[in-house]
Nanobody
Framework: QVQLVESGGGLVQTGGSLQLSCAASVRPFSNYGMGWFRRGPGKDRELVVAISTSGISTHYAPSVKGRFTVSRDNAKNTLFLQMNNLKPEDTAVYYC????????????????????WGLGTQVTVSS
């Protein structure tokens, strides 16, 4: 049963932009706190950004703050990640993740707290 499907990855030059999408079949989507994570070559998985169920709260990794913007459309069951001014160090497989949350404002930064994961989408930034 497919629950999260990422799309929008690709190859882009330094300074370019990409928008990732995560289509969710979890219901109701508005009950799920969401996160974007990534795993670069030879690196551990790391948080990119977490967003609360309502979208009112977000938590960005320092390395992407000011360049990436997360959003969600609860009516369309979709999570987005707009990535601007991409750098080679952003090269990674990007995953979206979901967890049931009883708080409209809580952002969860611990990847182990998420129990639903997509298969990921590759983002490659050339120098």
């Amino acid at each position: 049963q497919v629950q999260l499907v990422e799309s929008g990855g690709g190859l882009v030059q330094t300074g370019g932009s990409l928008q990732l999408s995560c289509a969710a079949s979890v219901r109701p989507f508005s009950n799920y706190g969401m996160g974007w994570f990534r795993r670069g070559p030879g690196k551990d998985r790391e948080l990119v950004v977490a967003i609360s169920t309502s979208g009112i709260s977000t938590h960005y990794a320092p390395s992407v703050k000011g360049r990436f913007t997360v959003s969600r459309d609860n009516a369309k069951n979709t999570l987005f990640l707009q990535m601007n001014n991409l750098k080679p160090e952003d090269t990674a497989v990007y995953y979206c993740a979901a967890r049931i949350s009883g708080s409209y404002a809580h952002t969860e930064i611990d990847p182990d707290a998420y129990n639903i994961w997509g298969l990921g989408t590759q983002v490659t930034v050339s120098s």
